[in-house]
T-cell receptor, first 115, second 117 residues
């Protein structure tokens, strides 16, 4: 079975703090993709990153960085120097063949960044 | 590129009426579309997969007679909530598989917030 676990339901930080959102996944596929999406209060899903199972290189994009570790089945997301505009729900997701190539979402982590 | 336009963004309807939500792929042909439902403060749950020209495949527990999905063209899929009730109030969002990205490339509509009163 495929599963994505985001154990942190809500996180509250003060602006300029760094924050890491955890994501642990389960899959029997050798080929799979992992994603992070941001969902602001307006509701739309904003794509942040896609990473395939063969690429364990960490990635940095501005204040965002991702740490992919197959050994621990984790794909964690760090926001450096958080800003109020980062307040949103963040979803980690997985797509793999045994799941019929359907997007499996984690429960989401609600991030509050206070000024 | 690869934009899916979803309408309406929000809708309020009376209990017992039907509501249609549209998703259009603007710059590509979407042979496969997915419909998700999201209750407040919850994750997105897949309702059904629709392939152009064929019947939709519904996930377990989703009433296919209540949530009618039509994917009659390569650029349009619709979800009709029939005889809506307050418990159908939710956020509905569509997703389309993007050509050229295999089974791993998807783009999402902006969502529809349905409130049944």
């Amino acid at each position: 079975a495929q599963k994505v676990t985001q154990a942190q339901t809500e996180i509250s930080v003060v602006e300029k703090e760094d924050v890491t959102l955890d994501c642990v996944y389960e899959t029997r596929d050798t080929t799979y993709y992992l994603f992070w999406y941001k969902q602001p209060p307006s509701g739309e899903l904003v794509f942040l990153i896609r990473r395939n199972s063969f690429d364990e290189q960490n990635e940095i994009s501005g204040r965002y960085s991702w740490n992919f570790q197959k050994s621990t089945s984790s794909f964690n997301f760090t926001i450096t120097a958080s800003q109020v505009v980062d307040s949103a729900v963040y979803f980690c997701a997985l797509i793999g063949g045994t799941g019929g190539f359907k997007t499996i979402f984690g429960a989401g982590t609600r991030l509050f960044v206070k000024a | 590129g690869a934009v899916v336009s979803q309408h309406p963004s929000w809708v309020i309807c009376k209990s017992g009426t039907s509501v249609k939500i549209e998703c259009r792929s603007l710059d590509f042909q979407a042979t496969t579309m997915f419909w998700y439902r999201q209750f407040p403060k919850q994750s997105l749950m897949l309702m059904a997969t629709s392939n152009e020209g064929s019947k939709a495949t519904y996930e377990q527990g989703v009433e296919k007679d209540k949530f009618l999905i039509n994917h009659a063209s390569l650029t349009l899929s619709t979800l009709t909530v029939t005889s809506a009730h307050p418990e159908d109030s939710s956020f509905y969002i569509c997703s389309a598989r993007v050509p050229g990205q295999g089974n791993y490339g998807y783009t999402f509509g902006s969502g529809t917030r349905l409130t049944v009163v």
